[in-house]
């Protein structure tokens, strides 16, 4: 079979979409090579049934993937690029899901005729739950926009910019996005063991009540603030915890002030 996708890297996040891939049915594993120099990463993506390698120039000398998606880490991404710049003449779309790397990074290692999408991910990914947000270069086809946001998609949500310079909230809300959560778990979790709860009913309290509030935002259709209405009495017990977590805007300063910092450093990072 023809191969329409060269993955390279196959650590966490890549292995999550590829398996997201294969067992979604977007794509036969026959049509995936991979490239991974790590012996049992490799070995995983082998695993899946598809054909692997430690070295770009292993890839057959007349293949044109349709894709080549970059999943390693930013401080590699010069050398890793480099390798696949004999698919750089414009039949094949590159996909980067490098946290903090431009696309003009990547049209001055391919060339200026590499049609080129930059992904931010999230973790949640891993479990077909995350959230990708993507940005394309001029030269990147309306077909291919299609078949990566329909590969993407195998992996959550997917959502596009105009403005690459808005990758940088998009990683202060969605890419760093989870920690908040699950820190906030944490601390709810803190909260109940401190309210008398053992720690495991506190963990569980916690974690299913963050869950459940979630998916109740994500499949009712309604808006957030009509949901905490809704559960909201009068003069109850939830107004009263409320009072100190929107009392001045408490809560929505904090996380305004968080995104922020987070913001900021994406564009340190970038630099």
């Known amino acids: 079979m023809t191969i329409r996708l060269v993955l390279a890297g196959c650590g966490n996040m890549g292995y999550a979409m590829l398996a997201g891939w294969l067992k979604s049915g977007k794509l036969p594993a026959a049509a995936v090579f991979v490239v991974e120099p790590n012996d049992d990463l490799?070995?995983?993506?082998?695993?899946?049934?598809?054909?692997?390698?430690?070295?770009?120039?292993?890839?057959?000398?007349d293949a044109v993937p349709?894709?080549?998606?970059?999943?390693v880490k930013p401080q590699v991404i010069r050398d890793v690029a480099a390798a696949y710049k004999r698919f750089g003449d414009g039949r094949t779309t590159f996909v980067s899901i490098a946290a903090g790397t431009a696309i003009a990074t990547f049209e001055a290692i391919l060339g200026d005729r590499a049609p080129i999408v930059r992904c931010m991910p999230n973790t949640p990914a891993a479990i077909g739950k995350g959230m990708m947000v993507v940005f394309s270069n001029p030269l990147v086809s309306d077909d291919a926009k299609r078949f990566v946001a329909d590969l993407l998609s195998a992996s959550g949500e997917v959502a596009s910019i105009e403005d690459e310079s808005l990758m940088d909230a998009v990683t202060a809300v969605s890419g760093s996005g989870p920690a908040y959560i699950f820190h906030f778990i944490e601390a709810l979790t803190v909260a109940a063991e401190k309210a008398g709860l053992p720690t495991k009913t506190a963990k569980l309290?916690?974690?299913?009540?963050?869950?459940?509030?979630?998916?109740?935002?994500?499949?009712?259709?309604?808006?957030?603030?009509?949901?905490?209405?809704?559960?909201t009495s009068p003069n109850g017990t939830t107004a009263a915890a409320l009072a100190v977590l929107m009392g001045e805007e408490r809560l929505t300063k904090l996380l305004t002030e968080a995104v922020e910092a987070a913001r900021l450093r994406s564009i340190e990072l970038g630099k």
């Open 42 to 61: 490799r070995k995983r993506a082998e695993a899946l049934g598809c054909d692997a390698a430690a070295d770009a120039k292993a890839i057959p000398a």
């Open 66 to 71: 349709a894709l080549v998606v970059i999943a």
């Open 205 to 231: 309290l916690a974690m299913q009540t963050v869950y459940g509030a979630a998916s109740l935002a994500a499949e009712s259709g309604e808006e957030p603030g009509l949901l905490r209405q809704q559960v």
